[in-house]
């Protein structure tokens, strides 16, 4: 998970030694076409980096134009620390998706 400004800047990076340096390394560990890339619209300055407490995990959900997925209840439940939305960049229409901060419990 990055912070690129535009997805132009993402695919100059794509083309650029480090990430091929990256590639060459990590390529045999990696299914490529088992990887969803996405350029979601949301500002991840603003995701926490360190919430001062153990056991946050954070879980990504795609709109499906009908509801969330599994964390809905989370939110609804005010059991979240944070949560940022935004859109998929790269499409008009695309698919929405929220990262939220989520307090672990062992369920």
Avoid at 44 to 55: I, L, V
Avoid at 89 to 101: E, I, S
Wanted: aromatic share 12%.
């Amino acid at each position: 998970m990055t912070g690129w400004t535009t997805v132009a800047a993402h695919e100059e990076w794509i083309r650029g030694e480090r990430n091929q340096e990256l590639l060459r390394v990590f390529g045999p560990y990696v299914v490529m076409p088992w990887i969803r890339m996405v350029h979601v619209g949301v500002g991840f300055e603003a995701m926490p980096k360190d919430t001062g407490c153990g056991g946050m995990v954070m879980v990504v959900e795609r709109y499906d134009g009908a509801w969330w997925s599994e964390t809905t209840s989370f939110v609804e439940e005010g059991r979240c620390a944070w949560s940022l939305a935004g859109s998929d960049l790269a499409r008009d229409g695309g698919d929405a998706f929220r990262f939220v901060g989520v307090q672990a419990d062992g369920h």
